[in-house]
């Protein structure tokens, strides 16, 4: 709640929540066990930044049964988009980040500063139905950039579609690309709205 401790070298297990990060709490989370929890780990897109690493996810059931075996990502809306003039690192962990809501990249009111969004290799994000990643914004000094290596986005729910990833035109297109890449059960796989960043070697599916 507001904190942001240091959780290494545990084992957490059988809670409903194993860590839950309320908004601004940024926890160091790294080398752990997570096993029978129902949310191992929930955090806000925003307070993620080169701070889960090395841990390990296996037989977590959510209340319905099914595998929970994710990082789970809050954070719609204005308040809670990656809006710092940095780059947010988000790395490989052992779990597929779950994206449960809208996530926003942009830094506000000045075109020199970026909020940029780095999705390291192996990284995979899995996104509710009909859920977007949206970089920038339409309005004059809402930067943002994203840069992919190696990612997968697709969709939780194989039967259905998440939105996909919207460029909007005050993307920073110079710090801009998707590489490497698997991009799939969208509606529109990538959208630039006048943007123009760069897309290579990647499946679109």
């Known amino acids: 709640e507001g904190a942001s401790p240091t959780i290494t070298n545990c084992t957490i297990r059988n809670n409903t929540d194993g860590i839950e990060a309320d908004n601004g709490s940024r926890p160091t989370i790294t080398d752990n066990a997570f096993t029978g929890n129902t949310y191992p780990v929930r955090i806000r897109s925003r307070d993620i930044d080169n701070n889960l690493s090395g841990n390990t996810y296996s037989g977590n059931f959510a209340a319905d049964n099914s595998s929970s075996d994710y990082i789970y ?89 998440w939105g996909g990833i919207r460029f909007y035109n005050i993307t920073v297109d110079d710090l801009t690309f998707v590489e490497n890449s698997i991009i799939e059960r969208a509606v529109d796989g990538i959208y630039c709205e006048g943007a123009s960043p760069t897309i290579t070697n990647s499946t679109i599916q």
Request: proline content about 3%; overall charge negative; charged content about 25%.
């Open 73 to 161: 990502v809050y954070g719609d809306g204005d308040d809670y988009r990656l809006g710092e003039n940095k780059t947010y690192d988000w790395l490989a962990d052992g779990a597929p980040y779950r994206m449960m809501e809208n996530t926003h990249v942009w830094e506000d009111e000045n075109n020199g500063e970026v909020a940029v969004l780095k999705l390291y290799p192996q990284v995979k994000l899995m996104f509710e139905p009909d859920k977007h990643l949206y970089i920038s914004n339409n309005d004059d000094g809402d930067a943002g950039a994203l840069q992919a290596d190696s990612v997968t986005f697709s969709c939780v729910d194989t039967s259905q579609t």
